[in-house]
């Protein structure tokens, strides 16, 4: 199991954290939205696409790197079971 460390993010392109930006939330580069936001859009059932097309402008590959994020963090040391 990868341990995951607060830079780790930095392995994104499309991923930044801001202290001035959301509270220091990760977010999509450019954007107001959160990491957290992104992954309850998807759970409500929007596409990638769907995502960018409403609220970019960003690519859905920034969409899919929230999704390999949030699969590193659940596989990270850090999350308690």
Known sequence: MKEWSPT?????KWIVQ?????GGKLAVRDTRL?????????AEGMTAAEIADTY????????????????ELVDSTHVAA
Request: with cysteine.
């Open 56 to 71: 970019g402008p960003f690519p859905p590959q920034a969409v899919v790197e929230v999704l390999r994020l949030a699969a």
């Open 8 to 12: 780790s993010y930095q392995d994104y």
């Open 18 to 22: 801001d202290p001035d930006l959301l």
């Open 34 to 42: 959160s990491v957290s936001f992104v992954l309850a859009c998807l």
